[in-house]
């Protein structure tokens, strides 16, 4: 079946350090990738998003890219912030499972001033 | 982006009773939304798929009878947790998909039994 699979954390890093979140995923036919970043006490928002090979998804400075060949979709960020201190989920949804969304554990970052 | 809306927030409940949380979408109809449980430093848990005007769809694993869906329009879907015991404890979230490749979450309930 599909999973998700990413590493595990917490990842604790200074102001303006580079970020990079491994993720990789098992998935019959071609799903849909995501990354979603939750908040402590709040719902998941949808973080950025590719829906089909090579495509790079982007958003508030974070960027990953869909990576068939390595069946990665890893998330970067060159210079986080102490905002940035949240759960990071990756997940996949594909037509072949109902479109419903798969998540990997989650990836605790936090971000020290 | 499309917004969810779930309440309540937090509920505190004495066990025994049930308890009723509400999803949704605000600006958009759902045809779909998903229900999931959130237990402490874990990933979500797909607990079952509602759809509108027929049955949910429980995963594998998930007491029907015990969490009760309703989705009885576009734009609400509700979750019942009935005669709720201190392991349900948790935090439960909405979402509603949009388009085949995106789904919106609500803002989680944190539900706590005692």
């Known amino acids: 079946g599909n999973s998700v699979t990413q590493m595990e954390g917490p990842v604790t890093l200074s102001e303006e350090a580079f970020l990079t979140i491994n993720c990789t995923y098992t998935?019959?036919?071609?799903?849909?990738l995501f990354w979603y970043v939750q908040y402590p006490g709040e719902g998941l928002q949808l973080l950025l998003k590719?829906?089909?090979?090579?495509d790079k998804g982007s958003n508030k400075g974070f960027e990953a890219t869909y990576r068939k060949e390595t069946t990665s979709f890893h998330l970067e960020k060159g210079s986080v912030q102490v905002s940035d201190s949240a759960v990071y989920f990756c997940?996949?949804?594909?037509?072949?499972?109902?479109?419903?969304?798969?998540f990997g554990a989650g990836t605790i970052l936090r971000v020290k001033s | 982006g499309a917004v969810v809306s779930q309440h309540p927030s937090r509920v505190i409940c004495k066990s025994g009773t049930s308890v009723k949380i509400e999803c949704r979408s605000l600006?958009?109809?759902?045809?779909?939304m998903f229900w999931y449980r959130q237990f402490p430093k874990q990933s979500l848990m797909l607990m079952a798929t509602?759809?509108?005007?027929?049955?949910?769809?429980?995963e594998q694993g998930v007491e029907k009878d015990k969490f009760l869906i309703n989705h009885a329009s576009l734009t609400l879907s509700t979750l019942t947790v009935t005669s709720a015991h201190p392991e349900d404890s948790s935090f439960y979230i909405c979402?509603?998909?949009?388009?085949?490749?995106?789904?919106?979450f609500g803002q989680g309930t944190r539900l706590t039994v005692v």
């Open positions: 979402s509603a998909r949009v388009t085949n490749t995106e789904a919106f």
């Open positions: 998935a019959t036919g071609y799903p849909s």
């Open positions: 590719a829906t089909k090979a090579d």
């Open positions: 997940a996949l949804s594909s037509w072949e499972y109902g479109n419903k969304l798969v």
């Open positions: 600006d958009f109809q759902a045809t779909t």
């Open positions: 509602s759809n509108e005007g027929s049955k949910a769809t429980y």
